[in-house]
């Protein structure tokens, strides 16, 4: 090799010397240092040059040093080399970290050893990466079993609840035969105790229910049958039974609802098992003598009801608390009242499986407010009057039917979305139905399928005659199939089509347990979207929100509207309360909105991990919102759109 | 006139001794079978003015007995009334579909099922 090219060789490695992070350092058979990279140096705090000639007993601690010299004789003894071994070692300037060593025995060319190569890596990062990738293994095995119990737990639940059903069954049964004197007279004691029998029975199979409840929302087997229904009737129609209930116990009962109806999209059932709950814990928690309203509120695109008493109330510590499961606050003697703590969780499940808030302001020894929201829907009357004189005309000439009702709400914004005419929708909706009734094998002369339309209204409704529950039950599936498919394929996605029993407000027929006479029986189809009186958009900007007690709390702003603004903090306000907001958009920031604004709902965040603090979204509407700062909203909301 | 005779298919032998107490007491003539089978066999032979049917049954469920009863020319004229812990809403749905006449969650109030009874009775 000529001179040029052994420099340039040298260069090479002696770059690989200088720069490479890893400790590389050459050793003779005495472990003496024959020479070491800068790495090394850099690390031991001196020049390569002074630790030539110095072993590992000079540099670091006895105990230590004897452990390498151990690896290096192994190494030059054996002649097998070690390689990538985790050692953990504490540099002298004191940090703790982990070294993969590698050491390799160096040969003569007569194959005698003469000394070591070693290399040694800094892996500390490594070794913490390995470490929170199998902390976070354990984490989520640990997650999976977790889960795993919970739903054994309700599956645990939800069997033995029906377990427990039987027995109770016959129990109820056998007592009920001897109170109703159907095996002998009976005393007028002996009755009494049995009355208490029979409404001890209620008590379980309450607790039963309550208890398979909770297990099926949590597994979410829980289906909801939705229909249109308005929120005031269905709360007006067990207002009796709740006023003879609070007359018990002289408490004052009264009702507050808006003057107009209220449609709301839900499972009447189910909101009933809501507002059951709230009223009956108002009534229970509240002493002889007290009032109790249960009050039915308008917002912009929600109604909210509002359950408040002056009972015992609950106190800050129970608070937080309140809506868990299995949760019971003191409570008023009378044991007849004790439950087994569900019924406010289920109602949170409930409330918010239909996408609406549920909150509680209480203060001990004064009284509480429950309130919970549920979205609104803008809609007509169920059945015209046209359609219901063909249906009774129906019904008096004995032929049974079935009835199938399709209702477009917010048709305007399809029509917008689709860009089609009210007619040709229609058209084409007509056209589905006679492709699903030829596919369901429904037809015959005397069965003719009649069909109103008022496109107008949204409606387009079908009377079947003659066909059996069966024969509704396939037509209905497949129209709402189709329904969708025709929606999708005209990019609309959000369509949601429903087939449920005949709504709530409905009081042309009867039902008895929800279980139609076979004569005649009523599927429903709607479709809609949620509809927003106003108009809303999304977007962050910084509101000031102005508390009372002087206090200011700035919040980022989730959506605003010509109604009010929606946002998180992480106060807690009183619904109904009145304050103060200001505001800017990004892109305007020179005019500002100040507006004054009430609460009008609020929804508890669930907090996330490491976060410390309670957040809050509320709803605010805007109280007389001055024309120019609605001008602004208006104008940005434009824009977006 | 003849007494109603009412089918009872039911496994819970102490719920067939209660119910059999009550709807004797009104009159009712009852006969019973502790399992699908025995029941379906029952109904063909006897063919009862109603029938009380349970839908956790051994050897058939109750589901499968109300089709094959309500399906069939000769038997689907009496009314069955479906009997049971489970309430889901499926459960009744599937109910409708098989084509019962009713159905009725237990516990049940007596008073309710003997309604039911004299309702469909009537018919």
């Given at each position: 090799m000529?001179f040029?090219e052994?420099?340039?060789?040298?260069?090479?490695?002696?770059?690989?010397?200088?720069?490479?992070?890893?400790?590389?350092?050459?050793?003779?058979?005495?472990?003496?240092?024959?020479?070491?990279n800068?790495a090394?140096?850099?690390?031991?705090?001196?020049?390569?040059?002074?630790?030539?000639?110095?072993?590992?007993?000079?540099?670091?601690?006895?105990n230590?040093?004897?452990?390498?010299?151990?690896?290096?004789?192994?190494?030059?003894?054996?002649?097998?080399?070690?390689?990538?071994?985790?050692?953990?070692?504490?540099?002298?300037?004191?940090?703790?970290?982990?070294?993969?060593t590698?050491?390799?025995?160096?040969?003569?060319d007569?194959?005698?050893?003469?000394?070591?190569?070693?290399?040694?890596?800094?892996?500390?990062?490594?070794?913490?990466?390995?470490?929170?990738r199998?902390?976070?293994?354990?984490?989520?095995?640990?997650?999976?079993?977790l889960?795993?119990?919970?739903?054994?737990k309700?599956?645990?639940?939800?069997?033995v609840?029906?377990e427990?059903?039987?027995?109770?069954?016959?129990?109820k049964?056998?007592?009920?035969?001897?109170?109703?004197?159907?095996?002998?007279?009976i005393?007028?004691?002996?009755?009494?105790?049995l009355q208490?029998t029979?409404?001890?029975?209620?008590?379980?199979k309450?607790?039963?229910?309550?208890?398979?409840?909770?297990?099926?929302?949590?597994r979410?087997?829980?289906?909801?049958?939705?229909?249109?229904?308005?929120?005031?009737?269905?709360?007006?129609?067990?207002?009796?039974?709740?006023i003879?209930?609070?007359?018990e116990?002289n408490?004052r009962?009264?009702?507050?609802?808006?003057?107009?109806?209220?449609?709301?999209?839900?499972?009447?059932?189910?909101?009933?098992?809501?507002?059951?709950n709230?009223?009956?814990?108002?009534?229970k928690?509240?002493?002889?003598?007290?009032?109790?309203?249960?009050e039915?509120?308008?917002?912009?695109?929600?109604?909210?009801?509002?359950?408040?008493?002056?009972?015992?109330?609950?106190?800050?510590?129970?608070?937080?608390?309140i809506?868990?499961?299995?949760?019971?606050?003191?409570?008023?003697?009378?044991?007849?009242?004790?439950?087994?703590?569900?019924?406010l969780s289920?109602?949170?499940k409930?409330v918010?499986?239909?996408?609406?808030?549920i909150?509680?302001?209480?203060?001990?020894?004064?009284?509480?407010k429950?309130?919970?929201?549920?979205?609104?829907?803008?809609?007509?009357?169920?059945l015209g009057?046209?359609?219901?004189?063909k249906?009774s005309?129906l019904m008096?000439?004995?032929?049974?039917?079935?009835?199938?009702?399709?209702?477009?709400?917010?048709?305007?914004?399809?029509?917008?979305?689709?860009?089609?005419?009210?007619?040709s929708?229609?058209?084409?909706?007509?056209?589905?139905?006679?492709?699903?009734?030829k596919?369901?094998?429904?037809?015959?002369?005397?069965?003719?399928?009649?069909?109103v339309?008022?496109?107008?209204?949204?409606k387009f409704?079908?009377?079947?005659p003659?066909?059996?529950?069966?024969?509704?039950?396939?037509?209905?599936?497949?129209?709402?199939?189709?329904?969708?498919?025709?929606?999708?394929s005209?990019?609309?996605?959000?369509?949601f089509?429903?087939?449920?029993?005949?709504?709530?407000?409905?009081?042309?027929?009867?039902?008895?347990?929800?279980?139609?006479?076979?004569?005649?029986?009523?599927?429903?189809?709607?479709?809609?979207?949620?509809?927003?009186?106003?108009?809303?958009?999304s977007?962050?900007?910084?509101?000031?929100?102005?508390?009372?007690?002087?206090?200011?709390?700035?919040?980022?702003?989730?959506?605003?509207?010509?109604?009010?603004?929606?946002?998180?903090?992480?106060?807690?306000?009183?619904?109904?309360?009145?304050?103060?907001?200001?505001?800017?958009?990004?892109?305007?920031?020179?005019?500002?909105?100040?507006?004054k604004?009430r609460?009008?709902?609020i929804k508890?965040?669930?907090?996330?991990?490491?976060?410390?603090?309670?957040?809050?979204?509320?709803?605010?509407?805007?109280?007389?919102?001055?024309?120019?700062?609605k001008?602004?909203?208006?104008?940005?909301?434009?824009?977006?759109? | 006139?003849?007494?109603?005779?009412?089918?009872?298919?039911?496994?819970?032998?102490?719920?067939v001794?209660?119910?059999?107490?009550?709807l004797e007491a009104?009159?009712?003539?009852?006969?019973?079978?502790?399992?699908?089978?025995?029941?379906?066999?029952?109904?063909?032979?006897e063919?009862?003015?109603?029938?009380?049917?349970?839908?956790?049954?051994?050897?058939?469920?109750?589901?499968?007995?109300?089709?094959l009863?309500?399906?069939d020319?000769?038997?689907?004229?009496?009314?069955?009334?479906?009997?049971?812990?489970?309430?889901?809403?499926?459960?009744?749905?599937?109910?409708?579909?098989?084509?019962?006449?009713?159905?009725?969650?237990?516990?049940?109030d007596?008073?309710?099922?003997?309604?039911?009874?004299?309702?469909l009775?009537?018919k």
């Amino acid at each position: 090799m000529g001179f040029k090219e052994l420099k340039d060789k040298y260069q090479l490695l002696r770059d690989l010397m200088d720069f490479i992070p890893d400790v590389i350092y050459f050793k003779d058979k005495q472990g003496r240092f024959i020479m070491v990279n800068q790495a090394h140096a850099k690390g031991l705090g001196v020049k390569p040059e002074a630790l030539v000639g110095k072993t590992d007993f000079d540099l670091f601690s006895k105990n230590r040093a004897r452990k390498m010299a151990q690896d290096d004789a192994h190494v030059m003894n054996t002649g097998k080399p070690i390689i990538d071994k985790v050692e953990r070692a504490t540099r002298p300037d004191g940090v703790d970290n982990y070294v993969s060593t590698t050491k390799i025995p160096r040969y003569d060319d007569k194959g005698r050893v003469i000394g070591l190569i070693g290399i040694t890596r800094d892996i500390t990062r490594r070794m913490q990466f390995e470490r929170l990738r199998k902390d976070k293994l354990c984490v989520e095995k640990k997650l999976e079993s977790l889960e795993e119990l919970s739903a054994m737990k309700s599956e645990f639940i939800s069997t033995v609840s029906h377990e427990l059903r039987t027995p109770l069954a016959v129990i109820k049964g056998l007592v009920t035969i001897v109170f109703n004197e159907v095996v002998g007279q009976i005393n007028h004691k002996q009755k009494e105790v049995l009355q208490k029998t029979l409404d001890n029975t209620e008590r379980l199979k309450k607790i039963i229910d309550d208890l398979l409840d909770i297990s099926r929302i949590e597994r979410n087997t829980l289906k909801l049958h939705y229909s249109l229904v308005d929120i005031v009737d269905l709360i007006k129609d067990s207002e009796g039974f709740f006023i003879k209930l609070a007359e018990e116990k002289n408490i004052r009962l009264k009702y507050v609802y808006p003057g107009e109806p209220v449609n709301v999209f839900i499972d009447a059932d189910r909101v009933r098992q809501v507002i059951f709950n709230l009223i009956s814990n108002a009534i229970k928690f509240t002493m002889d003598g007290g009032k109790i309203k249960v009050e039915v509120k308008i917002l912009e695109s929600k109604v909210r009801i509002g359950v408040i008493d002056t009972g015992i109330g609950i106190s800050k510590a129970d608070l937080s608390s309140i809506f868990n499961k299995f949760t019971q606050v003191s409570r008023l003697p009378g044991a007849e009242n004790k439950g087994v703590g569900l019924g406010l969780s289920i109602s949170k499940k409930l409330v918010e499986r239909h996408k609406g808030e549920i909150w509680v302001e209480s203060k001990a020894g004064v009284g509480s407010k429950f309130y919970f929201t549920l979205r609104r829907f803008y809609t007509l009357d169920m059945l015209g009057k046209s359609l219901r004189n063909k249906v009774s005309r129906l019904m008096k000439s004995g032929i049974s039917m079935h009835f199938v009702s399709l209702m477009i709400l917010n048709c305007g914004e399809f029509r917008k979305r689709m860009r089609i005419s009210l007619d040709s929708l229609f058209k084409d909706l007509h056209a589905i139905l006679v492709l699903v009734l030829k596919n369901a094998k429904y037809s015959g002369a005397d069965k003719q399928a009649m069909s109103v339309i008022n496109p107008k209204a949204g409606k387009f409704s079908i009377i079947l005659p003659g066909a059996s529950s069966r024969q509704a039950a396939n037509i209905s599936s497949l129209l709402k199939y189709k329904i969708k498919q025709y929606f999708s394929s005209n990019k609309v996605e959000d369509v949601f089509i429903t087939i449920g029993s005949l709504s709530y407000s409905q009081k042309v027929l009867s039902q008895d347990d929800g279980f139609s006479p076979s004569r005649f029986s009523i599927k429903e189809i709607y479709i809609g979207s949620e509809m927003r009186r106003f108009k809303r958009l999304s977007f962050k900007t910084n509101i000031k929100l102005f508390l009372p007690d002087e206090k200011v709390e700035l919040s980022e702003s989730v959506d605003v509207s010509e109604g009010g603004i929606c946002l998180v903090i992480k106060h807690l306000l009183k619904t109904d309360s009145e304050l103060k907001v200001s505001f800017a958009f990004p892109e305007n920031k020179e005019s500002i909105i100040t507006a004054k604004v009430r609460v009008a709902w609020i929804k508890k965040i669930e907090l996330l991990f490491g976060e410390s603090f309670e957040k809050y979204k509320v709803g605010l509407e805007f109280i007389n919102l001055e024309n120019r700062c609605k001008k602004i909203i208006r104008r940005r909301l434009l824009n977006k759109s | 006139m003849p007494k109603k005779r009412i089918l009872l298919i039911e496994d819970e032998a102490d719920m067939v001794y209660a119910l059999n107490i009550q709807l004797e007491a009104l009159n009712f003539e009852v006969l019973s079978a502790s399992d699908g089978q025995a029941g379906l066999d029952m109904a063909r032979k006897e063919k009862p003015d109603l029938i009380i049917l349970d839908l956790m049954l051994p050897k058939i469920d109750g589901y499968k007995i109300c089709r094959l009863l309500k399906f069939d020319e000769k038997y689907k004229k009496i009314p069955i009334i479906m009997f049971t812990a489970r309430a889901q809403e499926q459960d009744k749905k599937l109910g409708q579909e098989v084509g019962a006449d009713a159905y009725i969650t237990k516990p049940f109030d007596s008073k309710a099922l003997l309604d039911k009874i004299s309702a469909l009775l009537k018919k």
